[in-house]
């Protein structure tokens, strides 16, 4: 299970990173173009389009980056305490 749970640590590092990577990108102008952004914005957007969608306008402030990272968190929360219960199950 230590794999497991790894693994779900390390993806959800890896959403945070983009996630937070998207947000410097929208105050730094860079070309969408760029191969980085292109990644970036390839990986980032299909998640937080849904929140945006969900989330009632603020005036210009993008509030859904915030929003999604406490997601990824509670989520990663979530199957990380599935997978621990699953294994302590199996040793009783």
């Known amino acids: 299970m230590s794999f497991a749970l790894e693994f779900i640590r390390i993806?959800?590092?890896a959403l945070q990173v983009v996630i937070i990577a998207r947000v410097i990108l929208s105050w730094v102008k860079l070309s969408p173009t760029n191969p980085i952004a292109i990644i970036i914005y390839g990986v980032s957007e299909p998640i937080l389009k849904p929140v945006r969608r969900l989330l009632p306008s603020t005036g210009g402030l993008d509030l859904?980056?915030?929003?999604?990272?406490?997601?990824?968190?509670?989520?990663?929360?979530?199957?990380?305490?599935?997978?621990?219960?699953?294994?302590?199950?199996g040793t009783a």
């Open 11 to 13: 993806l959800a590092i």
């Open 64 to 89: 859904s980056p915030i929003v999604v990272i406490v997601l990824i968190m509670v989520i990663q929360w979530i199957l990380q305490a599935i997978l621990v219960a699953l294994s302590n199950s």
